[in-house]
């Protein structure tokens, strides 16, 4: 069953950063975003087994699949290769999958972060490619495919041994189109050549386009005075033919709202644009950052429970403004209890799930560094 991308909302709902209240799920604005994400006619949802430990697929059920009409939406989720040790555990998570989210198919069903190494040994070992051609035959899966964070060698590798793949989800945004890390743009070349449809995250690099220089966002402003920073990198992503859908993981109503202001409707890049968007880039490669998106994969088994993504973001900002004094600030606030980048005993955890394939403990170390001796 080929996929008609003439159906397909351009922004995607993504479930990996929902709010927070005291620690959990904040549920009441899930379900506010949901109706306002829903009455603008937007309809695809993406979470996976993995976000919110386990509690993203569960909200699922209570804000969208009790709420709504089944046959209103689209939802997707993902299988993780760090999960399954037999073959019985593909039918395992599935069933539990089904059960938190309270649905007996899923629309779109991914094998999670395919990348140079274990994983893909993983699903070819397991033979996940073609247990989900099983699910799709008996009904629990309506399309499949896989999210990637490798080499542009190895999607190449991967589509030749399965050309039954139906679409793939890929890192793209405007910083990381010519990143020789991400190799965004070659992936997406990749995959326009095969007609691949593609569903695109990280758009906004884990929110690192929508907070840039003063400098970058005045030629924004310039350009467009209504439009906000972040809706720049959306636009950019969703203007690229053969893209699916636009992944957003938004966080707040306040980004909902600006979002399905970009969508409703949505307005492709015009020529001087993306001109501009490319200049942006230019400038912006020029500035070392480091390359965290957020995903928050590192943070879940680390025994010293230090908070990698923010103390990157703390960096990334001193980085970008060396004479704010708000990164150490922040930093002081937000170890005030413990985990701080000093604590880091080097034990790698966090390395060997990094879809951005950072240095971390190197980088933590260089973290405390700069901020430890001075808080």
């Given at each position: 069953m080929s996929i008609d991308l003439?159906?397909?909302?351009?922004?995607?709902?993504?479930?990996?950063?929902?709010?927070?209240?005291?620690?959990?799920?904040?549920?009441?604005?899930?379900?506010?975003?949901?109706?306002?994400?829903?009455?603008?006619?937007?309809?695809?949802?993406?979470?996976?087994?993995?976000?919110?430990?386990?509690?993203?697929?569960?909200?699922?059920?209570?804000?969208?699949?009790?709420?709504?009409?089944?046959?209103?939406?689209?939802?997707?989720?993902?299988?993780?290769?760090?999960?399954?040790?037999?073959?019985?555990?593909?039918?395992?998570?599935?069933?539990?999958?089904?059960?938190?989210?309270?649905?007996?198919?899923?629309d779109f069903y991914l094998l999670h972060s395919l990348e140079n190494g274990h994983h893909v040994s993983v699903y070819e070992d397991m033979d996940c490619f073609n247990w989900c051609l099983k699910k799709k035959e008996e009904g629990k899966i309506r399309h499949f495919g896989f999210s990637f964070h490798g080499t542009a060698e190895l999607l190449v590798e991967v589509l030749d041994r399965h050309p039954e793949v139906e679409f793939v989800q890929i890192q793209l945004n405007y910083l990381d189109w010519s990143n020789p890390v991400v190799d965004a743009g070659r992936i997406y070349s990749i995959l326009r050549?095969?007609?691949?449809?593609?569903?695109?995250?990280?758009?906004?690099?884990?929110?690192?386009?929508?907070?840039?220089?003063?400098?970058?966002?005045?030629?924004?402003?310039?350009?467009?005075?209504?439009?906000?920073?972040?809706s720049w990198a959306l636009r950019f992503a969703a203007s690229l033919p053969g893209v699916m859908t636009v992944l957003s993981g938004m966080s707040n109503e306040e980004q909902m709202a600006d979002n399905l202001k970009t969508f409703s409707?949505?307005?492709?890049?015009?020529?001087?644009?993306?001109?501009?968007?490319?200049?942006?880039?230019?400038?912006?490669?020029?500035?070392?950052?480091?390359?965290?998106?957020?995903?928050?994969?590192?943070?879940?088994?680390?025994?010293?429970?230090?908070?990698?993504?923010?103390?990157?973001?703390?960096?990334?900002?001193?980085?970008?403004?060396?004479?704010?004094?708000?990164?150490?600030?922040?930093?002081?606030?937000?170890?005030?209890?413990?985990?701080?980048?000093?604590?880091c005993i080097g034990c790698g955890q966090c390395e060997g799930v990094c879809p951005q394939h950072l240095e971390i403990i190197q980088l933590l170390a260089q973290a405390s560094e700069l901020l430890d001796q001075q808080n």
């Open positions: 003439s159906k397909m909302s351009k922004l995607g709902f993504g479930l990996m950063r929902l709010p927070q209240l005291n620690g959990e799920i904040d549920h009441e604005q899930v379900c506010r975003m949901v109706d306002a994400y829903m009455a603008a006619g937007l309809n695809y949802f993406d979470t996976a087994y993995v976000y919110h430990g386990g509690k993203s697929e569960v909200e699922v059920r209570s804000a969208i699949v009790e709420r709504y009409p089944r046959d209103s939406f689209y939802l997707a989720t993902k299988l993780p290769a760090w999960s399954i040790k037999k073959p019985e555990d593909r039918d395992r998570i599935l069933a539990e999958q089904m059960e938190r989210a309270g649905v007996d198919y899923f050549q095969r007609n691949i449809p593609m569903i695109i995250m990280e758009p906004v690099k884990g929110g690192r386009l929508a907070e840039v220089t003063p400098e970058i966002e005045a030629k924004f402003r310039a350009a467009n005075p209504e439009a906000s920073v972040a409707p949505f307005r492709p890049l015009s020529e001087e644009e993306m001109a501009l968007v490319k200049e942006v880039a230019a400038e912006m490669m020029n500035t070392p950052l480091i390359g965290c998106t957020a995903c928050r994969y590192c943070t879940d088994g680390c025994p010293m429970h230090i908070n990698i993504p923010e103390i990157f973001k703390a960096m990334n900002t001193m980085r970008l403004f060396p004479k704010e004094n708000r990164p150490h600030s922040f930093y002081a606030n937000m170890t005030a209890g413990g985990g701080k980048a000093g604590d």
